[in-house]
């Protein structure tokens, strides 16, 4: 819409400015160091969303950080958006990878990117992406184009497993009361190739500990008669996936839904460049599960990755040493319709009963969530597919994410409510990674294309 292009194009600048203020607030959740900073940024995203114009704007405590509220009614009769985001971020080490600060955006350009794009620690995942949300009312009110009203509701803990979010929703239905969540927190193929995801996988994040001798040993004195626990987890790790990449937790793939032959057709025709893919990511060869293309290793099949592992010595040098502990943090990602809490057990029992004699294991549970689809036969979707159309000129692609939203799922377990999961960041921006960053194009084109799904809304009626 025209007028929608002006205002943008008029206000640029302070768009780009604003979201520069909250990215440079650490709201890393998983860091206690952060407390301050992470209520910080609930602060200035309250005060953020009564600058653009919603109304009865508060922070809602829950057990952890709190949730930011706000709303614009229009009119009660009419159809109801809740649009949902995050403003906590993933740590930013390793710190001196980043080639400017993680907390002091910039813009840069890439050869992705020749726009520019805006880096900075949160600047895709989600600050840049739910803040075009926040711009997006204020476009429409000063049009005066809302047509539905609007319900937000930014949230501080997604990265470490919204574990609070649960009871907040029991707790908060009639003010949660809505026809469909609206949330930008994923990714499309390109810039020119449009796409909206369908599915996220879920998740059982698990960590483990493996205990030898009492203490720390000569590993001369005690080596090759004692078992050495960091061996022996290696081992075990290693033992979690067969030689076709098959993951070997006896009943792991019993709950998994294959996807019929014209499914996996479809799913084939997305867009994909195993070479440039290689390229981005500097490796020479890709590794998977035998008998799945890439889109169908992280779009439709479940994994199992080991994300940290240590004990014993790492320090500068040379230190002989049989170690009396070892650890490792393992992940499973989840596909329809695995359960997070079976999957943990299974992975338990498992874990417990390959343990050689001469060592203990421990298996503790961090956090998890299900896995979701979401219908591409809803008006939500519709709305959201002819809004990218408009945009980008081209129909979006639905396409199955990798990553994991917890909350999703709740949203239709709790307030019974579908989710349109409209991303507009890249794979290649470096969720999580060393110099994370948001194309201005990105941005821009979200707070465009975001009013353009309120006019194609029609309500929760199919
Ligand atoms: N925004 C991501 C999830 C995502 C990214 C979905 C890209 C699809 C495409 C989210 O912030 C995230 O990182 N989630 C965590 C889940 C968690 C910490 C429980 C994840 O997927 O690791
Ligand atoms: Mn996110
Ligand atoms: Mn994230």
């Not at 078992?227 to 290693?238: D, E, G, T, Y």
């Not at 993951?247 to 057709?265: K, M, N």
């Amino acid at each position: 819409m025209q007028a929608h292009q002006d205002y943008i194009a008029a206000n640029r600048q302070r768009f780009l400015d604003e979201l520069f203020e909250l990215l440079r607030i650490p709201s890393v959740s998983a860091d206690p160091q952060y407390k301050a900073d992470v209520l910080r940024t609930a602060d200035a995203v309250k005060a953020k969303l009564e600058a653009a114009g919603a109304t009865n704007v508060e922070l809602c405590p829950t057990d952890g950080y709190p949730v930011v509220y706000g709303e614009k009614i229009i009119d009660p009769a009419k159809p109801t958006v809740l649009v949902y985001g995050h403003y906590d971020v993933q740590p930013a080490d390793p710190i001196d990878l980043w080639t400017t600060p993680p907390f002091e955006p910039v813009i840069r350009t890439t050869p992705i990117h020749p726009e520019g794009a805006i880096f900075a620690r949160g600047s895709c995942d989600d600050k840049g992406q739910f803040y075009m949300h926040v711009k997006a009312l204020e476009v429409m009110l000063n049009t005066n184009t809302l047509p539905c009203n609007v319900k937000f509701m930014i949230e501080g803990e997604e990265e470490v497993g919204s574990a609070n979010l649960g009871a907040f929703l029991q707790k908060n239905k009639e003010k949660l009361k809505a026809d469909v969540i609206l949330i930008s927190d994923t990714s499309i193929i390109a810039n020119d190739t449009p796409s909206i995801d369908v599915g996220l996988r879920g998740l059982s994040y698990m960590e483990v500990e493996v205990v030898g001798p009492n203490r720390d040993l000569h590993s001369g004195v005690y080596g090759g008669a004692v078992a050495n626990p960091i061996n022996v987890l290696c081992k075990m790790i290693a033992s979690l996936h067969d030689e076709n990449k098959h993951i070997t937790i006896p009943g792991f793939y019993d709950d998994v839904v294959e996807l019929s032959a014209e499914e996996r057709e479809e799913m084939s025709r997305a867009p994909f460049n195993l070479d440039e893919y290689k390229k981005d990511l500097a490796i020479d060869d890709i590794m998977g599960e035998a008998g799945y293309s890439t889109i169908e290793r992280t779009g439709i099949r479940p994994t199992c990755d080991v994300n940290g592992i240590w004990g014993g010595y790492t320090g500068e040098g040379a230190k002989t040493v049989l170690p009396s502990k070892a650890y490792a943090k393992i992940s499973m990602r989840l596909v329809p319709n695995q359960s997070s809490e079976k999957i943990s057990k299974l992975f338990d029992a498992h874990f417990n009963s390959i343990a050689p004699k001469g060592v203990k294991v421990k298996v503790s549970y961090h956090h998890g969530g299900e896995p979701v689809v979401v219908s591409t036969n809803s008006n939500a979707y519709r709305a959201a597919s002819r809004a990218m159309e408009t945009t980008y000129g081209k129909k979006p692609i639905p396409t199955r994410g990798g990553g994991s939203i917890p909350i999703v799922a709740l949203f239709k377990s709790v307030l019974g409510l579908d989710s349109v999961l409209f991303g507009f960041g890249l794979d290649s921006d470096a969720l999580h990674s060393p110099n994370e960053h948001y194309g201005v194009f990105n941005y821009l084109k979200g707070i465009e294309t975001i009013p353009q799904f309120y006019q194609f809304y029609t309500g929760a009626k199919q």
